[in-house]
């Protein structure tokens, strides 16, 4: 009887599509909610540091005085705590794969753009108009 049963499947499993694909020649199905790596808006990060301090991986280090921004690709467990945490919404989560790399090539380190607008300037009121009088 057992031979029956194997027979059976190995007959049924070469008549049906394989339950797996040939990664990486057919690429595999990315959805919304993959997480593949971290990226950073440089023009709109204010330099803040939540999402240095919210990493549970001490992965991103934010350096004001340098306006600069790091992460260590090696160290960030792709969380999405710091995307959820950014006050400016700067950061966002790729869904592409992150290929393998050496440990040089692990941190990345951006510069920060992002430019403080001036304040309006107070307006001052004219001194040729009195109050409370009308023009007759």
Known sequence: MGYFEMAKT???TTLRSPSTRRYP???AKKTILSRGRVSIDPARCISCGMCMRKCPT???CVVKDE???SIDRLKCVVCNCCVEQCPVHCLTMETGYTPSMTVHEGIEVVQITYVKPEKPSRKEPETGAVSGSQPE
Do not use: F, N, R
């Open 58 to 60: 001490d992965a991103i």
């Open 25 to 27: 020649s057919v690429p």
């Open 10 to 12: 190995a007959i049924l």
């Open 67 to 69: 306006k600069t921004w």
